[in-house]
C-alpha cells in the first residue's frame, strides 16, 4: 500500500472508523442554528486528541485532524457540505441546496477524512513551499465511487491554520487537480505522489515526512 493511495477511486469506503463528535457537538442543540461556531468545536475536538497524546513528532498532525474531522461532522449535520462531484464545477454549493439533496447518499453529503500527510518543502512552478498539511477526504460521487477531495494548509506567523489549496479528479482521470491561491492555474497530483506543473512539464515527488490517519487516532484512544 502507497502513502498516496487514499487518492484513489474506490468502490468502497476506504475511511473504516467513526469517532464519537456528538459528545463534544450536540446535534439536537444546534438543529436550527445556522450560526454554529465552527472554530470552538473544531477547538474542543483537537484539544481531546491532543491531551490523549503521550509522544507525537508532530502534535501539528493531531491538531488539525481533530479540527478537520469536526468541521466535516458539522458540515455533514448542517447540509454545507460541498461536494464537487455532484455540482460539476468548482464554484462551492453546499449540497442542501442541490436539487437532489433530499436523495443523496449520506457518504455523498459527508467529506470522510483518510489521513494527513506533513510535507516539509517542495517546489513547483518556481515557487518553493514549506511546512505544508495535505489532508486527503473522500466522498461519493453520483455512480457511488468513492473520490479523492484534498485541502493544503500551512501555519502562518500566528500560529494559525491557513488553508492554501484545494483539489479534486475533476477528469476522472486519476489525477486530482489542485487550485493553489498562488497560480491561476491547475497543478495536479497523482496517486503515486508526484506533482506534476502544466506550462513546464516538471514533476516533484512530494517527500512525506510525517503522516497521520484514522488507525493513528483510533491508537490514541487505546493507550
Not at 465552527?38 to 475536538?45: D, T, V
Not at 448542517?78 to 464554484?91: A, E, R, S
Request: overall charge neutral.
Amino acid at each position: 500500500m502507497g502513502i498516496f493511495d487514499s487518492l484513489q477511486r474506490t468502490k468502497t469506503r476506504k475511511r473504516l472508523y467513526n469517532f464519537d463528535l456528538q459528545e463534544i457537538y450536540r446535534k439536537g442543540r444546534f438543529a436550527n442554528d445556522t450560526d454554529v461556531d465552527y472554530e470552538f468545536f473544531e477547538n474542543l475536538n483537537a484539544n481531546k486528541l491532543l491531551k490523549l497524546t503521550k509522544k507525537s513528532k508532530n502534535n501539528n498532525l493531531i491538531e488539525l485532524w481533530g479540527k478537520l474531522d469536526m468541521k466535516s461532522y458539522i458540515d455533514y449535520d448542517l447540509g454545507n457540505t460541498v461536494n464537487l462531484y455532484y455540482i460539476n464545477c468548482n464554484h462551492p454549493t453546499p449540497v442542501k441546496k442541490l436539487e437532489n439533496y433530499d436523495y443523496m447518499p449520506d457518504d455523498a453529503r459527508k467529506m470522510n477524512l483518510l489521513d494527513i500527510k506533513y510535507i516539509k518543502k517542495f517546489a513547483i512552478e518556481g515557487l518553493e513551499f514549506q511546512n505544508i498539511y495535505l489532508a486527503t477526504f473522500e466522498i461519493m460521487d453520483p455512480e457511488e465511487y468513492y473520490r479523492p477531495y484534498v485541502l493544503f494548509f500551512t501555519k502562518n506567523k500566528n500560529n494559525q491554520w491557513i488553508q492554501i489549496g484545494y483539489g479534486y479528479d475533476s477528469n476522472d482521470n486519476g489525477n486530482v487537480e489542485i487550485f493553489m491561491d498562488v497560480f491561476n492555474y491547475p497543478v495536479f497530483l497523482n496517486s503515486k505522489g508526484y506533482l506534476m506543473a502544466p506550462l513546464s512539464n516538471k514533476r516533484e515527488k512530494l517527500d512525506v515526512y510525517d503522516y497521520i490517519t484514522e488507525k493513528s487516532i483510533k491508537k490514541l484512544f487505546k493507550n
